[in-house]
């Protein structure tokens, strides 16, 4: 079974046999997404949980002023909604697919009796989210420490290594991941591009000097840029 095999290949459910893989199947409901697809919206009631098998999803709000702030991007065997599900709140922000995306969704109910039946999963989860709390913290102090210039090298770097040399974003969603101005960013990448370090398509950033890219990223000598 397709389904069945996409679950193998997530850490998560590693340690499952093969009837608890299967229940886990039981219980959710797999959807395709194309690119732009809203999976779940800042704001409303956490029904459901989301794991990731196929394609890469972005977590963003929106300020008042429109500005978009992308979170995180969530990619293969990724949970979207977990936190909210288990604290009983709403979604903390709206995910949106960055590429198409296949999604099995599990109704909060049933994925809260699964953690209870299932120590295993549990544990992994609280990992799962221990980890995310520690890059959330070591991205605040990149905000204090880091120029931008860094900051940008940084997220292109965390970004090829999920998403290969093709990184699918523009540079006004580059300029909401590192907290600077869609102006600051243009004129921070057009430099790389000038570097040659990266290049540009419409609504793609390529790296092509991961090496240079990785100099940058601990902070660029002058005679890169």
């Known amino acids: 079974m397709k389904n069945l095999e996409g679950i193998k290949t997530c ?21 395709e997404y194309e690119r732009g697809g809203i999976i779940s919206q800042e704001g409303d ?6 794991i990731i098998f196929e394609g890469q999803i972005k977590g963003t709000r929106f300020t008042s002023d429109g500005r978009e702030i992308i979170l995180e991007v969530f990619g293969h065997c990724d949970m979207i909604g ?40 549990n544990n992994k989860v609280l990992i799962a989210l221990g980890k995310r709390l520690r890059a959330a913290q070591e991205k605040i102090e990149e905000f204090v420490n880091d120029k931008v210039e860094q900051r940008i090298a940084k997220l292109l770097i965390a970004l090829s290594a999920r998403m290969g040399s093709e990184i699918p974003f523009t540079r ?4 909401g991941m590192v907290g600077t101005t869609i102006e600051t960013t243009i004129r921070v990448t057009s430099r790389f591009k000038e570097a040659k370090v990266i290049r540009t398509t419409r609504g793609n950033i390529i790296i092509i000097d991961k090496q240079k890219l990785g100099l940058l990223a601990e902070g660029p000598p002058l005679e890169i840029l």
Do not use: C, H, W
């Open 11 to 31: 850490n998560l459910f590693g340690t499952l046999s093969e009837k608890e893989k299967a229940k886990i199947l039981s219980v959710s409901v797999q959807k």
């Open 45 to 50: 009631r956490s029904s459901y949980v989301y």
């Open 82 to 121: 977990q936190v909210a599900a288990i604290a009983n709140e709403p979604y903390y922000y709206t995910a949106i697919a960055l590429t198409k995306a296949r999604v099995n969704i599990i109704k909060k109910e049933d994925f809260m009796e699964l953690l209870r039946l299932n120590p295993g999963i």
């Open 172 to 175: 006004q969603e580059i300029a």
